[in-house]
């Protein structure tokens, strides 16, 4: 389970205080396809980021009783001064995974070449989020975290990725924030709704998906 505990985030912008989270008590289950529904500029990515710990929240505080992945593609974590595998070796020891299955994984599925043994500084934006993606499918998380921007290289390795990625999640938990009420219906078996910084749950996925569909009506 991840628990949300009197969890809040905003910030200051030209027009005052913008809250992208209220305060919330909730518990995600870790063993299965959830769903986050909001419209562009809801707070999402915020939200997955606070989850996953990569952003810190303005108050309150997420507990996490399973194994996280990060937010799949996320490469804002590796030492830009170590090569691409000595970032992978990190990451093993970190997760208790044997360092050389890890290395053998990620540097096959992320298609680097020599560029595995470079800083990772010499990285332009899409080999770090190869990298990333293929390290957080070289390990086994009870639940992954997925952005629906994410898309990493062309459409060849995006199609490697999306099968990948269902096969982990065939057994694997997910937590996968999106605007696309057809994604979502796709991948995923409930769904919470994020608007105007309020998440609601929903006990079904088609409750959810009508809810965001009266939303949208609306706005």
Excluded at 190 to 209: C, K, Q, R, T
Aim: charged letters at 20%; proline letters at 3%.
């Amino acid at each position: 389970m991840i628990h949300l505990v009197d969890l809040e985030k905003s910030f200051l912008s030209s027009q005052g205080r913008h809250v992208v989270l209220h305060r919330t008590n909730l518990s995600i289950p870790s063993d299965m396809r959830i769903g986050v529904l909001g419209m562009n500029g809801a707070g999402k990515s915020t939200l997955l980021n606070m989850i996953a710990g990569s952003e810190p929240p303005t108050a309150g505080r997420v507990y996490r009783e399973c194994r996280c992945s990060w937010p799949l593609g996320f490469a804002g974590s590796f030492q830009p001064n170590l090569t691409g595998i000595e970032n992978i070796l990190f990451a093993a020891r970190v997760y208790g995974v044997d360092g050389d299955d890890a290395v053998a994984f990620a540097s096959e599925f992320a298609e680097l070449g020599e560029y595995i043994n470079m800083p990772v500084r010499t990285y332009s934006a899409g080999m770090k989020a190869r990298l990333a993606f293929g390290l957080s499918l070289a390990i086994d998380f009870d639940i992954y975290l997925v952005d629906e921007i994410t898309a990493v290289g062309d459409r060849r390795f995006q199609e490697k990725c999306r099968k990948a990625f269902a096969e982990r999640t065939s057994k694997s938990g997910l937590c996968f924030v999106s605007h696309n009420e057809a994604n979502i219906r796709a991948l995923c078996d409930i769904a919470l709704v994020l608007h105007n910084g309020y998440l609601v749950p929903f006990e079904d996925l088609e409750s959810a998906l009508e809810y965001y569909g009266s939303i949208m009506r609306i706005e």
